[in-house]
């Protein structure tokens, strides 16, 4: 079974003594591999949270996640990462980069951790995710220099240099403006259609869940309804 | 590799702060292995012992310097106060003879210092102080000397003193300290030095003919004395040697002794000062650590286990005080002193000379690195694990 499969997902926070927020209550999903899905939905309506425990950064309450047949949710420490490490690319709102370091070092970090990349491969492999995506002349760059389009396109040339098979992208278009959002999500779907990358996104943007195979509609930590825009 | 990189890259971004931390630090680290001298049990069980016994034994304290009137209750001015009694006759000197011997009453004792490093050298037990001195001296011996565990000498050996070859006969433990609560060293810690106990006036004039009279009027002291015999002795002094003496009661003393007061005082504010500033060295490392909160979880979240974040966390908490632990070592192990010479020309010549290390002193730098090592293990600890709950909660705070 290819893809992520996962049922029964829950996820509570105590915010204080004693009030209790269900951010996440039983949801149950199917992304085929190779799919592009969004979800959309209100805010708090547990979107982030969902793709936190797909992504293995959130552990849920109750439920079970596979990821191409084998479970993963009950997984921890060190297998944890170096599963995260070989099979998600994660895209932030915020870009999550490191100010201080180079283009380059930004987008290498991931195969500092895989054991399966010499390092030897190290400089090719950054220059071909870095061409890819247009920023091949800004290597030597610190990604505070860069425009916000250009540092999305770094995160997301770090989310697929290790190879990882599934990007999970919480609202990679929340900080552009309307021209760099439909550039970043054109790559997005060259990922998925041309790359054969499983992708998940969060998003506002309806206009962009549109151009997705999939639409998951939540409200209050459930899934609301799942729709497929083309088939 | 890759950790030292990343270890190195964090300081190299932190610089300016590690600088001026680092001073800091240093000077109040160098501070740590006196204070956890001074606080160790085992002084200040000799002190409370003293103390102790200084209280079971009917003991006058004889001010003749550093009088405080102010400090001195109404009663201990009785002795001075007191109608001299009629002339006897006796001198000074008789009454010293007689107070010093075996059966005499008085006592005292002094500290010789090394010029350059103004640590006690010989210290001189004489009287009735011998029995107060934390030591057992035999009683049938005039004189009785003692090398503490660190001092250069060590018993069966022997020692010149003004041209006289004296056999060292005895050990003293370290962390000795002496009791006298007017005397402004109070409770100052003798390693290092050599012990002399001598019984008779006859055998300190004999032996320290030299300087015997600096022991009679720094710490005199008498025990089981009544007022009478008191009072001949308090205006024989004045009379021959025009001092004005005071006595003091052992109860008073120790009711009121500011000396003793002032240890306190001071150990308190040394231990505060200590605590604040360890807890600003925590505080400083654990805002340094935070500051790489963002980077340590975009690390983690592509794939850097949790053990590799924390060593990171680590080693860059103990590296943080790495040049200030080291200036701690480096007082240890190279004392540096400087001697001073003035010629009569008026020129002066300074002279860089290096003491001794003393394995006590080296213990407590070890203690204090010890600690400190604690402290920075348990800061990384904590935010090691605020940082894992922080993650495990998609990077949201607390
Ligand atoms: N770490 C946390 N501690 C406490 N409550 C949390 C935490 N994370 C999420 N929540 C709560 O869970 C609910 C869902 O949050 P989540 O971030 O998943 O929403 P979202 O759909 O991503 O919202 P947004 O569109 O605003 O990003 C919210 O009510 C939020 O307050
Ligand atoms: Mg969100």
């Known amino acids: ?15 204080s003594k004693d009030s209790v927020v269900n951010a996440v209550c039983g949801v149950d999903l199917e992304i085929r591999g190779g799919e592009i899905a969004a979800i959309v939905g209100p805010s708090g309506s547990g979107k982030s949270t ?14 079970e996640i596979l990821l191409n047949g084998e479970r993963i949710d009950g997984m921890r420490g060190g297998k944890s990462c170096r599963f995260r490490n070989a099979n998600f690319g994660y895209v932030m709102q915020d870009f999550a980069l490191i100010d201080g370091e180079s283009v380059y ?35 030597r760059r610190k990604p505070s220099r860069l425009s916000g389009g250009e540092r999305q396109r770094v995160a997301i040339a770090r989310a697929i240099v290790c190879g990882q098979p599934v990007i999970l992208a919480d609202e990679p278009t929340g900080s552009l403006d309307a021209e760099n959002r439909s550039r970043v999500m054109d790559i997005l779907l060259d990922l998925c259609k041309n ?24 409200r209050d930590g459930r899934i609301e309804a799942d729709e497929a825009e083309k088939t | 590799m890759k950790l030292i990189r990343q270890v190195l890259n964090d ?21 740590l292995p006196g204070l956890f001298g001074a606080l160790s049990s085992e002084s200040r069980r000799q002190l409370y012992e003293i103390e102790e016994e200084l209280r079971r034994s009917d003991l006058s304290m004889i001010v003749t310097k550093g009088l405080r009137i102010g400090s001195v209750p109404e009663d201990a001015r009785v002795a001075f106060d007191a109608p001299p009694r009629p002339y006897t006759g006796r001198t ?43 030591v057992a001296v035999p009683e049938d011996c005039d004189y009785y000397i003692c090398a503490s565990e660190g001092a250069a000498e060590s018993a069966g050996g022997t020692v010149t003193v003004f041209g006289e070859e004296l056999p060292i006969t005895g050990a003293v433990p370290e962390g000795t300290a002496i009791y006298h609560p007017v005397h402004p060293y109070a409770a100052e810690n003798l390693d290092g030095a050599l012990y002399v106990f001598i019984r008779d006036y006859e055998s300190l004039r004999r032996i320290f003919w030299y300087s015997h009279t600096t022991f009679i009027n720094e710490n005199l002291i008498a025990v089981g004395a009544d007022r009478e015999e008191l009072a001949e002795l308090v205006s024989a002094m004045h009379r021959e040697t025009g001092q004005y003496v005071c006595v003091q009661t052992t109860e008073e003393l120790l009711g009121v002794s500011t000396e003793r007061m002032k240890t306190y005082a001071e150990l308190l504010f040394k231990l505060s000062a200590v605590f604040a500033l360890l807890a600003a060295m925590a505080l400083n490392i654990s805002r340094a650590i935070r500051r790489w909160g963002t980077e340590y979880s975009i690390h983690h979240l592509f794939g850097a286990p949790g053990p590799f974040i924390f060593a990171r966390m680590l080693l860059f908490g103990l590296g943080y005080n790495l040049i200030a632990v080291e200036s701690m070592w480096y007082r240890v192990l190279f004392p540096v002193g400087w001697t001073f010479t003035y010629f009569a020309d008026g020129t002066v010549a300074a002279e860089k000379t290096r003491g001794a290390v003393s394995a006590a002193e080296a213990g407590r730098t070890a203690v204090s690195t010890g600690v400190i090592a604690a402290a920075v293990l348990a800061v990384c600890v904590y935010e090691f694990i605020r940082f894992k709950a922080k993650f495990s909660k998609g990077m949201r705070g607390e």
């Open chain 1, 1 to 15: 079974m290819d893809g992520i499969f996962a049922k029964g997902l829950s996820k509570s926070y105590r915010t």
């Open chain 2, 92 to 134: 000074l000197r008789a009454m010293l003879e007689e107070g010093f011997s075996r059966e005499g009453k008085l006592g005292s004792f002094a500290v010789e210092r090394d010029a350059d490093t103004g640590r006690a050298k010989y210290v001189f037990f004489v009287g009735k102080y011998v029995d107060l001195a934390p």
């Open chain 1, 195 to 218: 790359g054969g990358r499983t992708v998940v996104i969060v998003t506002h943007d309806l206009s962009l869940a549109a151009r997705c195979d999939r639409i998951i509609r939540m």
């Open chain 1, 50 to 63: 969902l793709l936190n425990m797909l992504g293995l950064i959130v552990r849920p309450d109750s439920g």
């Open chain 1, 105 to 139: 070092s930004n987008i290498r970090l991931p195969m500092l951790y895989n054991k399966k990349i010499g390092f030897r491969e190290y400089r090719r492999r950054v220059r071909e995710a870095a061409e890819s995506l247009g920023i091949a002349d800004k290597l």
């Open chain 2, 11 to 31: 300081f190299r971004r932190e610089l300016v702060w590690l600088i001026v931390y680092s001073v800091l630090a240093s000077t109040v680290f160098c501070t």
